[in-house]
């Protein structure tokens, strides 16, 4: 009896793995956006992220979880036939949490829900005043992440109470990478950098 005790720990961490491992083709397709502007040398970008809270990362950051929005924004200078010139980058890092008040965003509440999330804004200063010929795009890339495998590790070893690893340590190592690859959302997007009049 003693044996068949111990084997069901492991299969609790399996159970608590699939339950959180539910299929997104159902929840809105994420996507990424911005808006950016030039003034003088100076571009401004305020990035966007829409609908990013599935109803998945809703739950769990409704249960106290915090979600980690990292964007990374690149700015580029067009060139006629030939590549893009990268001018500069940016990366910003932004927890999404669930209060009493409802949601926030580095401690800002989200009045308007999360379905939008209006992300850290952004400008650069360029070196020389553009002419008017140049044209510039930024690139936005969004991910959030509310649950990691390292997390998700530590569940299973409390379900586990702590038992030497076995055999099928390498299994669950990989499906709990996969779980938290599937509670991660990210998207990228473009926008073309439009002037000031």
């Known amino acids: 009896m003693g044996r068949n005790g111990t084997q069901g720990r492991p299969g609790a961490a399996f159970l608590v793995a699939a339950c959180l491992l539910t299929s997104g083709a ?13 003034s003088g040398r100076r571009v401004m ?20 979880l915090a979600g980690k929005l990292e964007v990374e924004l690149t700015l580029w200078k067009r060139r006629a036939l030939w590549f893009d010139a990268h001018l500069d980058s940016a990366r910003v890092t932004q927890v999404l949490a669930f209060t009493q008040e409802g949601y926030v965003l580095d401690g800002r509440e989200l009045t308007g829900g999360v379905g939008t999330l209006e992300l850290e804004r952004v400008a650069w200063t360029l070196d020389a005043r553009p002419e008017s010929d140049e ?33 099928g340590t390498p299994v669950l190592t990989s499906l709990l990478r996969s779980v938290a690859e599937d509670l991660a959302r990210q998207a990228s997007g473009r926008c073309d950098v439009s002037r000031q009049p």
Not at 150 to 166: H, I, K, N
Request: aromatic residues 4%; proline residues 5%; glycine residues 4%.
């Open 45 to 64: 970008v305020r990035p966007e992220a829409r609908a990013f809270i599935s109803p998945e990362l809703d739950r769990l950051v409704r249960l106290g």
């Open 135 to 167: 044209h510039f795009v930024v690139q936005v890339e969004v991910r959030l992440q509310v649950v990691t495998a390292t997390s998700l590790g530590r569940m299973a070893r409390w379900l586990t109470q702590g038992e030497p690893a076995s055999s």
């Open 26 to 38: 159902h929840a809105e397709e994420a996507s990424a956006a911005c808006t950016a502007t030039l």
